[in-house]
């Protein structure tokens, strides 16, 4: 028999490692101390930091601002310093008085009409005052804010002279003779319905009542 032999022991296989390049140590920071607490009315103490401090600058002095005289504005003088002043209080302005309201303006009074002594002149006369107030209803009708206006302003006729005019041609071509010669209707209702009785409201370039005499 032949005897068996047995194996060779291996060897454990090396595989070298890679070797990390050479750093050289930097210098180290230190850590900043903390800032020692002052308390009021101490001096700090001077800083033990490594890193250079900045000298602290001197602050500005403060100048107070100028006192301003109003007077110098009002002559002319421009404010001194920055332009920071003080106004002195101004006094309540008065108001200013209203203006009066125009006077009165005279008119002559018209007359006061005659009693009819027949029943014909009786009916002449009433036509003739309807009439009259038909004349005068359409111009208020037609000039509501110049009728508001006139009265107050005292110019009625000034304001509606073209729309007087033109009725009281048309009354004196209708009105009776007889009638015209002893009152004239148109005035009185002038003066009674447009200026609300009071004549003066007419203007002084109103003409008065007018009588025509018969030829």
């Known amino acids: 028999m032949t005897a068996e032999t047995s194996p060779e022991p291996q060897e454990p296989e090396f595989k070298p490692e890679p070797i990390p390049p050479y750093v050289a140590p930097g210098p180290t920071i230190p850590e900043p101390a903390p800032a020692p607490v002052v308390?009021?009315?101490e001096t700090a103490p001077?800083?033990?930091?490594?890193?250079?401090?900045?000298?602290?600058?001197?602050?500005?002095?403060?100048?107070?601002?100028?006192?301003?005289?109003?007077?110098?504005?009002?002559?002319?003088?421009?404010?001194?310093?920055?332009?920071?002043?003080?106004?002195?209080?101004?006094?309540?302005?008065?108001p200013a008085p209203a203006s009066?309201?125009?006077?009165?303006?005279?008119?002559?009074?018209?007359?006061?009409?005659?009693?009819p002594t027949?029943?014909?002149?009786?009916?002449?006369?009433?036509?003739?005052?309807?009439?009259?107030?038909?004349?005068?209803?359409?111009?208020?009708?037609?000039?509501?804010?110049?009728?508001?206006?006139?009265?107050i302003n005292r110019d009625l006729y000034d304001r509606l002279k073209e729309d007087i005019d033109r009725s009281r041609q048309m009354y004196d071509k209708r009105v009776n003779p007889i009638v015209a010669a002893k009152f004239d209707y148109f005035y009185d209702e002038l003066v009674s319905s447009l200026?609300?009785?009071?004549?003066?409201?007419?203007?002084?370039?109103?003409?008065?009542?007018?009588?025509?005499?018969?030829?």
Do not use: M
């Open 39 to 41: 308390q009021f009315g």
């Open 46 to 94: 001077p800083s033990t930091s490594p890193w250079p401090q900045p000298s602290p600058e001197p602050l500005p002095a403060v100048q107070p601002p100028p006192i301003f005289d109003p007077t110098t504005v009002e002559s002319g003088t421009p404010p001194p310093g920055n332009g920071v002043f003080t106004v002195a209080p101004l006094s309540p302005r008065e």
């Open 100 to 115: 009066p309201p125009p006077p009165p303006v005279s008119v002559a009074a018209p007359v006061a009409p005659p009693k």
């Open 118 to 151: 027949t029943d014909e002149e009786a009916k002449a006369h009433n036509d003739a005052r309807r009439f009259a107030r038909l004349l005068v209803s359409e111009i208020k009708l037609y000039n509501e804010a110049k009728v508001t206006e006139g009265r």
């Open 195 to 215: 200026a609300e009785g009071d004549a003066s409201r007419l203007g002084a370039d109103c003409p008065g009542p007018v009588l025509v005499q018969p030829e």
